[in-house]
């Protein structure tokens, strides 16, 4: 007899979409965690290629030489930028925005806006922006809500679907954009950041798009951050979802991942075969899903009375 957990842990096309995650939507609980790998599908670079294209500004500016490229090269991506900023110190603008412009065709967000619910994301672009989508008429959104100061974070935000979190700041300030290994240490230990992780973990059902495994580290984080474990004990991790992409003879691998972010985070991964089109596969996922996940506004405090009554009156 097949065990059900282990064919839910196979590497699929188009996995299904999980059934918390509709109803999530439904209750207006759910939120998009979006990460660089959407973006990529736009042709913006990865962490590693941005910090690629930083250093090769430095050595261009004459502040490093072939040697010292070569080297830094090898280094994770988050210090090659920490460091690329210390060698910078205002002496140099390294102007990471100009590196956040669309170079491919992909409809990978226009699925992602089309869903309009709450979103958070780790990217600086503005790619999400629910009011290009196509929602039905009644829920059309018509602004978007951006946030990206941790000042102004709050819970309340998570509310209100169509706005859109930017967990690192955006391109649009590019001296609030949270790079370096000190501001990030510095950014999630800010009061705000650390209560709204929490309650987002604790109160919402969350699926993780375009989070590869190169972003393992920032993912991690983030998720430790918002004691994502310790809020998942009593759900069994059935409100947390990372939708990752393997090819399929990583199977093995795979299953042994499934395992590593059920027990140490909470968190359902859900993998998808990049054999045929590597991760452009994450479009057709997307578009698939997008058109069974149904999101309503969260039910109000009258709404809850109501349904209180009818209770009681039966």
Same mark, same amino acid.
Request: glycine share 4%.
């Given at each position: ?127 999400l922006n629910p009011q290009n989508s196509s929602p039905s008429s009644d829920q059309a959104i ?40 000190? &501001? ?12 709204f992780l929490a309650k987002l973990f604790k109160e919402y059902t969350v699926l993780f798009v ?81 058109? &069974? ?22």
């Amino acid at each position: 007899m097949d065990d059900p957990e282990k064919k839910d842990d196979k590497i699929t096309p188009i996995p299904e979409l999980p059934f918390e995650v509709k109803k999530a939507a439904e209750n207006g609980k759910l939120v998009l965690f979006v990460g660089a790998g959407a973006s990529m599908l736009l042709g913006m670079p990865s962490w590693n290629e941005l910090a690629e294209k930083v250093l090769k500004c430095l050595r261009l500016e004459g502040e490093i030489d072939y040697a010292e490229l070569n080297q830094l090269k090898n280094l994770d991506a988050k210090k090659q930028l920490s460091i690329a900023y210390t060698l910078a110190d205002k002496k140099i603008d390294l102007d990471l925005p100009q590196y956040l412009v669309r170079t491919k065709d992909s409809n990978i967000y226009r699925y992602l806006n089309s869903i309009g619910s709450v979103y958070v994301t780790t990217n600086y672009d503005h790619e999400l922006n629910p009011q290009n989508s196509s929602p039905s008429s009644d829920q059309a959104i018509q602004t978007v809500d951006r946030i990206s100061d941790p000042n102004d974070f709050n819970t309340a935000l998570l509310k209100n679907p169509g706005t859109v979190i930017h967990l690192h700041g955006d391109m649009l300030n590019p001296n609030e954009m949270i790079v370096t290994t000190r &501001q990030y240490l510095a950014h999630y230990d800010h009061p705000n950041v650390i209560n709204f992780l929490a309650k987002l973990f604790k109160e919402y059902t969350v699926l993780f798009v375009g989070y590869s495994l190169e972003e393992a580290e920032i993912l991690e984080h983030i998720l430790r951050r918002g004691n994502a474990r310790e809020e998942g004990k009593d759900t069994n991790g059935l409100k947390r979802f990372l939708l990752q992409g393997y090819f399929e003879s990583e199977q093995p691998l795979y299953e042994k991942l499934v395992t590593y972010y059920r027990k140490s985070f909470g968190v359902n991964l859900k993998g998808f075969s990049k054999d045929k089109e590597d991760y452009c596969q994450l479009e057709k996922i997307i578009k698939d899903w997008s058109e &069974q996940i149904e999101v309503l506004p969260p039910p109000t405090i009258d709404d809850i009375a109501e349904i209180d009554r009818v209770v009681v009156d039966e």
